[in-house]
């Protein structure tokens, strides 16, 4: 299983998908640059091997803020902080520890993997890293344990609410590179606000 997407690939990457949501008048509110001991921290605290793409991404902008009406950098789900997705992935390692793995199997009872997908079929995995989430508890996360067959570093679709795992892109790379050419689906929906959506892509 290998990692994929260099600093470069990623910095362009990026550099792309922004400007394409700025050029369609969707540019969001972001953090400056995580600190990177603050990075390193995260990754200490949590036990999750952030891929290097992850830990360039968050070189470049530490998550976005709550802005109101501000877009979203993912399809409905916000670019979260590295401490925000820390907090988010230590609120899934305590309901793994009060549930127990019994409790955690009932959860994965429901638990479904779209044919053809390398992810597991699980509730949650220590190894998966909230990268966004939806403001419900759904997240896209990076799958740093992936199934035989997939990435480490892809990005899986996860959360109470969803039942269907799913991979989205190999890694965080190629997943700005797929936004980039997606259909947004742009809407004004009221007060100059405009939203969009890339269903395929969550």
């Not at 799913?166 to 742009?186: F, I, S």
């Amino acid at each position: 299983m290998r990692q994929g997407g260099g600093v470069d690939d990623l910095t362009a990457a990026w550099t792309t998908w922004t400007a394409t949501l700025a050029a369609a008048g969707l540019a969001p509110v972001l953090r400056p640059p995580a600190d990177p001991a603050a990075i390193a921290a995260a990754g200490a605290a949590s036990g999750v091997p952030f891929p290097a793409d992850l830990v360039a991404l968050y070189a470049l902008a530490d998550g976005q803020d709550r802005a109101p009406h501000a877009p979203q950098v993912f399809p409905q789900h916000r670019f979260l902080p590295v401490a925000d997705a820390l907090a988010v992935w230590g609120g899934w390692r305590d309901l793994a520890r009060q549930e127990g793995p019994e409790g955690m199997a009932d959860h994965a009872e429901h638990v479904t993997v779209r044919p053809g997908d390398p992810v597991r079929r699980e509730y949650w995995l220590p190894g998966w890293w909230p990268l966004a989430e939806d403001g419900g508890g759904n997240a896209l996360v990076v799958d740093t344990d992936p199934a035989d067959g997939g990435t480490v570093g892809q990005i899986v679709v996860a959360g109470p609410d969803e039942d269907q795992r799913r991979v989205l892109a190999p890694g965080v790379t190629a997943y700005l590179r797929l936004l980039a050419v997606a259909d947004l689906g742009t809407e004004d929906v009221g007060d100059g606000v405009l939203a969009w959506d890339a269903p395929a892509l969550r």
